[in-house]
């Protein structure tokens, strides 16, 4: 059985930064990739930004250059550091570990999220 679990969401006011982990557990022998989505109320859920196990990253064009994914793959962790945070980052955010290979399975897996606020 894999987990996924999130953690460092909160209020933090514009222009402030958080930084958010996850961390697959279980009996996991790789991890394709670890990547970070958001919904906000009433909006589809939208990639935010992933790494894969060698270091590829990819970006929303709204968050290039404010944040930044980084992963431990002894760890099975994944961090988003936000930076510059606006008002329109507001939303639940979801971790995702892609292609996680166990000894029984192959499967996606996702986080219960994180909520995340930017207000003044």
């Known amino acids: 059985q894999v987990q996924v679990v999130e953690s460092g969401g909160g209020l933090v006011q514009p222009g402030g930064s958080l930084r958010l982990s996850c961390t697959a557990s279980?009996?996991?022998?790789?991890?394709?990739?670890m990547g970070w989505y958001r919904q906000a109320p009433g909006k589809q859920r939208e990639l935010v930004a992933a790494?894969?196990?060698?270091?590829?990253?990819n970006y929303a064009d709204s968050v290039k250059g404010r944040f930044t994914i980084s992963r431990d793959n002894a760890k099975n962790t994944v961090y988003l550091q936000m930076n510059s945070l606006k008002p329109e980052d507001t939303a639940v955010y979801y971790c995702?570990?892609?292609?996680?290979?166990?000894?029984?399975?192959?499967?996606?897996?996702w986080g219960q999220g994180t909520q995340v606020t930017v207000s003044s």
């Open positions: 995702n570990a892609d292609r996680v290979v166990t000894p029984d399975v192959l499967g996606d897996y």
């Open positions: 279980g009996s996991i022998f790789s991890i394709y990739a």
């Open positions: 790494i894969t196990s060698g270091g590829n990253t």
